[in-house]
Each structure stands twice: as structure tokens, then as C-alpha cells.
């Protein structure tokens, strides 16, 4: 049985996560031990809230270091995404810089923000993770920040502007949206990144 560690950020969405992967059959442990982390076969960075909570959070946590070495495939969803670029307008500050690019605030296009609800993603063929998932599928969105599409962009979304649902850069992974809110095809992302990556 694969071990998966949810990483403890201190966000509110962790026991969510937890029940979606537990729904697919296996076990997750919410931890912020540095010693599980390095263990683990697979990571989950989620988050909910501000980048700067957020950080602030993994910083008192010691988490940061451990964080930036692992080899372990690692899966960011929402703000766990935004926190493996480099920087975050949100605050203003240097974020865990695993993946190019930067976190900044969707334009004002005339839309509501924050992006909420159900919207199309299109992704790049052959990707392990969207693995049997029709291209063009919706997902569950929640957001105000977002990554605009850069080289290391696997899937892409448009809310006014087109922006990244997706990225990859090497061991780490990162998804715009909430795939353990988004039925059917959130959980088959989830499984794609526990079997297939």
C-alpha cells in the first residue's frame, strides 16, 4: 500500500482531500512530520486562504527545506499550486519556487471574482495525469490568483483570460481547481496521480 501524506499547510480543505482519496480506496495521513514526508510515495500540497498564511504556516512548520527536496511525485491543488511558483502578488512575497512563473491576480475582464464554480479545462494530450478524462472536461474552481500560461503549463482554463489549470515542472505537479470537488473526473485525476505518475 502506497504511503500518502497530505501536507499539514494548516488550511481548511486538508480532511476534504483526505476523504477523496480514502473514497478511491487508499490511505492518506494528514502530517507535517518531516520524517513522513521524506517517506512518502506521494504528497499533496492543498490550500485554501492567503498565500501569506500560507507560507507563514509552512515557515513556523519547518516545512519549506523538506518541501523544496523531495523526489516524491507532489500534487499542489488551488493555492498549493500557486505556492510552487516563484512569487505571489497575493502579499507580495517569495513563494517555494519549484515551478517558473508567477501567481497574479486574474484582470478585471468584467467578471465576478472570485472565479467559483464548474469550467472547462483543456490539457495537453498524453498526460499521465489527465489520464482517461475526455479532453474539455469541467472541474470545480475557486479562485482569484492564478498562474498565467508559461512552459511548464500541462492544462489551461479561461475566466476572461486564458490561465493555467495545470502544471508540471519535473517531480511536481500543480492543478488550478479542486479535483476532490469535481465528481467524477476529479477523482480520476486523483487516482491518475496515485497509480500513474
Known sequence: MQKIIIIDTGCANL?????????????????RDLGKLEQADKLLLPGVGTANAAMENLQQRNLITTIKQLKQPVLGICLGMQLMTKFSQEGNLATLNLIDGQTEKLPDTGLPLPHMGWNQVKFIENQPLFDGIPNGSYFYFVHSFAVLPNQHTIATCEYGVPFS??????????????PERSGKVGAQLLRNFIENI
Do not use: M, P, T
Not at 480532511?15 to 502530517?31: D, P
Open 15 to 31: 480532511s476534504s482531500v483526505k476523504f477523496a482519496i480514502e473514497r478511491l480506496g487508499y490511505q492518506a495521513e494528514i502530517s
Open 165 to 178: 489549470a495545470a502544471l508540471n515542472n519535473g517531480n511536481f505537479y500543480g492543478v488550478q481547481f479542486h
